[in-house]
């Protein structure tokens, strides 16, 4: 009997609740370096060299300056756009690299040549494309010249037309992210649309879509943290519904069918979110104040939508793998600024060490909630449910303590209520354990 209410409590959600959508990642990483090729051939890195980013589908403009390795960031540009990179300094004659698109993972080179340290304006970089003018060009032939000059310059002319050829395929790859990234968020908010009407099957068929159109991106550059969040929060969201069509389907064959499904999107999902949290963590915070606030905002939605991906890949399909959830989840808490969207994160990962079978270490998340908040109903519930879980009979004075507390605070319109009152009274007859009269427990200051 004892039992039978427990495992009615971790039961009784089995259909999972669709999450409401965590912001579409829109920024991403622009980076690159100057170097000023000196008269003898020599590059040298271009510390304190302003580098001006103008976006030209729409107007906009940012500014930085390079650091003593001529390395420059800007860690959180809106991904959809185009960009020109300029870049100037007082004893080099100014540069630009004109078709950039952001968070593509890749290190933008301007080459700089010994000049006056003009600084260029959009109109004038406009005037140079329009005339056909070309960044990083060869300097001409001037007809003359020793055997050893001529050498450099040829040898200047395969490097710039190496550059040329690499730009184009970055070029490439970038409209081919642009639009794959642009097709999959569409796809994403048609999902919720056909959620909001009730259409299950037509959202899964919106997932699809954008799994399907990240993963084109993914093939053009398979290291864009933003495509891997938003490819994690189609999977994951997917999952959730084949999860729960699978959970009421009468048909065992069907059932099993889309249990395994589901259970494929989750890991998936898992992935992603690893991949994309990874490859943010290996970035360097920008200084900027704007920038790194973008950055934040990034790196925030990434380890949100991995700690959920991860509590529904240990829960619903990996159990093994609850101590690497828990790490995602400690990522995201750690970077979460919202009180309450901590607590529930708590909460979230200590229902799932909960329901891998790590009872001992979900009370110890489980307890830290309710020390922050000791009147927590779902806190002092769960913490009694994993006590009890442990099947140590020396917990079950404690286990009872935190029910008899939930009992007493949470509402009567609670489902899980009348369970916990059940249990009571079977530890009462069965294992002779009364919940102790404990003082009225207070949040701390």
Known sequence: MLHKHILRILAAAILIASAAFTSLAQTGELRGHVIIKQADGQSV???????????????????TKTNKKGEFVFAGLPYVGTYIIAGSHPSARPNFVPNVKVGRDVDYQVELTPGDGKRLTLDEIKSANAGGGASNSAPPANGGGSAADKAKLEELRKKNAEIETANKKVTE???TIGRTFKAGNDALLAASAALKANNRDEAI??????????????????????????????????????????????????KT????????????????????????KAQTAPADPAELNRYNLNKLAAMAVNAEAMRLFVSKADATKAEEGLVAYKDYIAVETDPAKKAKAQLD???????????????????????????????NLGAGLSLFATGDKAKFQEAANYLQHFVDVAPDTNTFKADAKAILTELKNTEKVVPEKTPARRRRP
């Open 45 to 63: 890195p271009a510390s304190d060299a302003v580098i001006d980013v103008f976006r030209t589908d729409v107007s906009g403009k940012y500014n």
């Open 173 to 175: 790859s970038n409209e």
């Open 205 to 254: 068929k919106k997932y699809t879509e954008a799994v399907a159109a990240y993963d084109e991106g993914l093939t053009a550059d398979p290291e864009q943290p933003a495509l891997l969040t938003n490819k994690a929060m189609a999977l994951k969201a997917r999952g959730v519904e084949r999860y729960n069509l699978a959970i009421k389907s009468t048909d065992d064959a069907g």
């Open 257 to 280: 069918s889309g249990l395994e499904a589901a259970k494929g999107d989750f890991k998936a999902a898992a992935e992603a979110g690893n991949k994309a949290v990874a490859l943010i």
């Open 349 to 379: 990962s200590a229902q799932m060490l909960l329901d891998a079978g790590s009872a001992d270490k979900a009370f110890t998340e489980f307890q830290a909630v309710v020390t922050a908040q000791p009147d927590s109903p779902e806190a």
